[in-house]
C-alpha cells in the first residue's frame, strides 16, 4: 500500500482558488491510479476526481467539472488538485486515495476501489 500525505488546505473566500498535493512514498508510485475525494460534515464521502497510473486519463466529478483539474507528476511521487472558482459547497475534507492497477489508463471512481488514503485536508469556502 501507498503512504499518502494531502497538503494544501486552508480557508478562501469564494471565488478563489486552491491547489491541493498528495505526495505518497513507494517505489511503484507511477503504477497507482489515484483519486480525490471530499467529505463535508454530515455527508458521505463524495467522490471528486481520479487519473490513471500513466495521468493520460482523468475522470472529473460532474459536480467540479470545469472548475477543479487533476494532475500528477510520477517524477515527484504527487498528485494535485487544482481548484478554481470555489464556493461554499466545496467546503469539506479532502481525502486522496490510491490503488494499485496494471492498466495504464483506467480510472477508478467508488471508494470501495482504493485500498490506501491519506489524512485529508480540511478546505473551507466562506461566503
Known amino acids: 500500500q501507498a503512504q499518502l500525505v494531502e497538503s494544501g488546505g486552508g480557508l478562501v473566500q469564494a471565488g478563489g482558488s486552491l491547489r491541493l498535493s498528495c505526495a505518497a512514498s513507494?517505489?511503484?508510485?507511477?503504477?497507482?491510479?489515484l483519486g480525490w475525494f471530499r467529505q463535508a460534515p454530515g455527508q458521505e464521502r463524495e467522490f471528486v476526481a481520479a487519473i490513471s497510473w500513466s495521468g493520460s486519463s482523468t475522470y472529473i466529478a460532474d459536480s467540479v467539472k470545469g472548475r477543479f483539474t487533476i494532475s500528477r507528476d510520477n517524477a515527484k511521487n504527487t498528485m494535485y488538485l487544482q481548484m478554481n472558482s470555489l464556493n461554499p459547497e466545496d467546503t469539506a475534507v479532502y481525502y486522496c486515495?490510491?490503488?494499485?492497477?496494471?492498466?495504464?489508463?483506467?480510472?477508478?471512481?467508488?471508494?470501495?476501489?482504493?485500498?490506501?488514503w491519506g489524512q485529508g485536508t480540511q478546505v473551507t469556502v466562506s461566503s
Open positions: 513507494g517505489r511503484t508510485f507511477s503504477r497507482y491510479a
Open positions: 486515495a490510491a490503488t494499485f492497477t496494471v492498466y495504464p489508463t483506467k480510472t477508478y471512481h467508488a471508494s470501495g476501489e482504493y485500498d490506501s
